[in-house]
């Protein structure tokens, strides 16, 4: 099995900056991508940032220039480092991770618990 934990969201004012992480950790022996997903009240789950293994970052048009995702492979991690902010950034944030693990030997989606990031005008 395969865990995805999160941490460091809370609340900021407009302008401030937060870092949050997500470590996956189980039976995973591979990991092809990972990458952040928010979803705002009443508002669909988009894409923020994706980084795949050896491949290029891609980006939200609305977070460009104020968000870095980053990753550690050697401990399962990856970062999303967020400056600038902004209230309309205030959502729930979702790590997502693909990956091959034993159980499921083909890449499949896992997400995380999702962690709360409000930013306050």
């Known amino acids: 099995q395969v865990q995805l934990v999160e941490s460091g969201g809370g609340l900021v004012q407009a302008g401030g900056s937060l870092r949050i992480s997500c470590t996956a950790s189980?039976?995973?022996?591979?990991?092809?991508?990972m990458g952040w997903y928010r979803q705002a009240p009443g508002k669909q789950r988009e894409l923020v940032a994706f980084m795949p293994t050896g491949g290029s970052t891609n980006y939200a048009n609305s977070v460009k220039g104020r968000f870095t995702i980053s990753r550690d492979n050697a401990k399962n991690t990856v970062y999303l480092q967020m400056i600038s902010l902004r209230p309309e950034d205030t959502a729930v944030y979702y790590c997502?991770?693909?990956?091959?693990?034993?159980?499921?030997?083909?890449?499949?989606?896992?997400w995380g618990q999702g962690t709360q990031v409000t930013v306050s005008s």
């Open positions: 189980g039976s995973v022996f591979r990991i092809n991508a």
């Open positions: 997502n991770v693909k990956a091959w693990s034993s159980q499921k030997p083909y890449e499949y989606d896992y």
